[in-house]
């Protein structure tokens, strides 16, 4: 196992998907050089949520274009590589994220809670126990209630923190009450001092780095990598947490935009790349749309407003 921690911004990687339906790795690459050269970013996450891994599947074998693609990515850069492998079925996330540690050069694993079935939270505490137990490398958990149906609960994710193997929490519930019992019960702890808490949510950044955060994984960072991650320095490593807030009300602008009213990720960060020049089609169905002139397809006249306002066309 690895001695990853992560520390720093991720961008949460949008998939390019070419005319023919098939991944734009040369997009991908791309898009990695502007992250590393213009922005600084500590690593990435590829096949997360805002890569639309549920639809990776969709070329050859059920899991093969998943692991493609992360290790693909890996190939890529020198950066830490977080691969999104979770599933709603334990057995298959050991599956998949067992082929991506045998094809893939990973630090970590990013695993979502398992949606649809919405498991109890004991039995949330056992799945990531099982998964901990059979694979190499560490794992980061995803709290996402948006998207799974069931929120891990501060109490669920202190115990999360003693098993071996998971390294920290990506919290997207926006519940800042829960955060900061997280954040204070992990600084509280001289036991689990391995274990990480994580933004999962632009918006949120300065205020998880402020509950003690080490990590974000960012769709704003995506198109705006060296703002996003100068959000983290100064929350993160200077502990400026009022600049840190000051920065981040200021990009709220972009954190707004990357979630359009009426769309989902990752259709808006998506079209918002292809606006600033990189090929990244769009997402597959049923999150596909193809490109038209008029000023209403995917909100494109507030998505140039708002690059244009960063300086980002």
Same mark, same amino acid.
């Given at each position: 196992?690895?001695?990853?921690?992560?520390?720093?911004?991720?961008?949460?990687?949008?998939?390019?998907?070419?005319?023919?339906?098939?991944?734009?790795?040369?997009?991908?690459?791309?898009?990695?050089?502007?992250?590393?050269?213009?922005?600084?970013?500590?690593?990435?996450?590829?096949?997360?949520?805002?890569?639309?891994?549920?639809?990776?599947?969709?070329?050859?074998?059920?899991?093969?274009?998943?692991?493609?693609?992360?290790?693909?990515?890996?190939?890529?850069?020198?950066?830490?590589?977080?691969?999104?492998?979770?599933?709603?079925?334990?057995?298959?996330? +050991?599956?998949?994220?067992?082929? #991506?540690?045998? &094809? =893939?050069? $990973?630090?970590?694993?990013?695993?979502?809670?398992?949606? /649809? !079935?919405?498991?109890?939270?004991?039995?949330?505490?056992?799945?990531?126990?099982?998964?901990?137990?059979?694979?190499?490398?560490?794992?980061?958990?995803?709290?996402?209630?948006?998207?799974?149906?069931?929120?891990?609960?501060?109490?669920?994710?202190?115990?999360?923190?003693?098993?071996?193997?998971?390294?920290?929490?990506?919290?997207?519930?926006?519940?800042?009450?829960?955060?900061?019992?997280?954040?204070?019960?992990?600084?509280?702890?001289?036991?689990?001092?391995?274990?990480?808490?994580?933004?999962?949510?632009?918006?949120?950044?300065?205020?998880?780095?402020?509950?003690?955060?080490?990590?974000? +994984?960012?769709?704003?960072?995506? #198109?705006?990598? &060296? =703002?996003? $991650?100068?959000?983290?320095?100064?929350?993160?490593?200077? /502990? !400026?947490?009022?600049?840190?807030?000051?920065?981040?009300?200021?990009?709220?602008?972009?954190?707004?935009?990357?979630?359009?009213?009426?769309?989902?990720?990752?259709?808006?960060?998506?079209?918002?790349?292809?606006?600033?020049?990189?090929?990244?089609?769009?997402?597959?169905?049923?999150?596909?749309?193809?490109?038209?002139?008029?000023?209403?397809?995917?909100?494109?006249?507030?998505?140039?407003?708002?690059?244009?306002?960063?300086?980002?066309?």
């Amino acid at each position: 196992m690895s001695e990853f921690e992560p520390e720093g911004i991720y961008p949460a990687l949008p998939t390019p998907i070419s005319e023919d339906g098939t991944i734009n790795y040369g997009a991908s690459e791309e898009h990695i050089r502007y992250l590393e050269e213009e922005g600084g970013v500590q690593g990435v996450v590829p096949a997360g949520c805002t890569g639309h891994a549920a639809t990776l599947g969709d070329r050859g074998g059920i899991f093969d274009e998943h692991v493609e693609y992360i290790a693909r990515v890996s190939e890529m850069t020198d950066l830490p590589v977080i691969g999104g492998t979770g599933m709603n079925s334990t057995r298959q996330t +050991i599956e998949l994220a067992s082929e #991506v540690e045998k &094809e =893939a050069d $990973v630090d970590a694993h990013l695993v979502i809670s398992p949606y /649809q !079935n919405c498991p109890p939270q004991d039995l949330i505490v056992e799945h990531y126990r099982i998964l901990a137990d059979e694979l190499k490398e560490p794992l980061i958990a995803y709290n996402v209630p948006g998207r799974t149906g069931r929120n891990i609960e501060a109490d669920t994710t202190m115990q999360l923190a003693e098993i071996e193997g998971v390294i920290g929490m990506k919290e997207a519930s926006l519940d800042y009450e829960q955060i900061h019992e997280i954040g204070h019960r992990i600084q509280g702890r001289d036991d689990i001092e391995s274990f990480n808490l994580g933004s999962g949510d632009d918006s949120a950044n300065h205020f998880v780095f402020e509950q003690g955060g080490t990590f974000g +994984i960012s769709v704003s960072g995506n #198109v705006h990598p &060296e =703002a996003v $991650v100068e959000v983290w320095e100064k929350g993160y490593r200077e /502990q !400026n947490h009022q600049a840190a807030f000051e920065r981040n009300r200021e990009l709220m602008p972009l954190h707004d935009a990357m979630f359009q009213a009426g769309e989902k990720n990752p259709l808006s960060v998506q079209y918002a790349l292809n606006l600033m020049g990189f090929d990244f089609g769009t997402p597959r169905m049923p999150l596909s749309r193809e490109p038209r002139e008029d000023e209403e397809y995917q909100n494109q006249a507030e998505l140039r407003e708002v690059l244009d306002g960063f300086d980002l066309l």
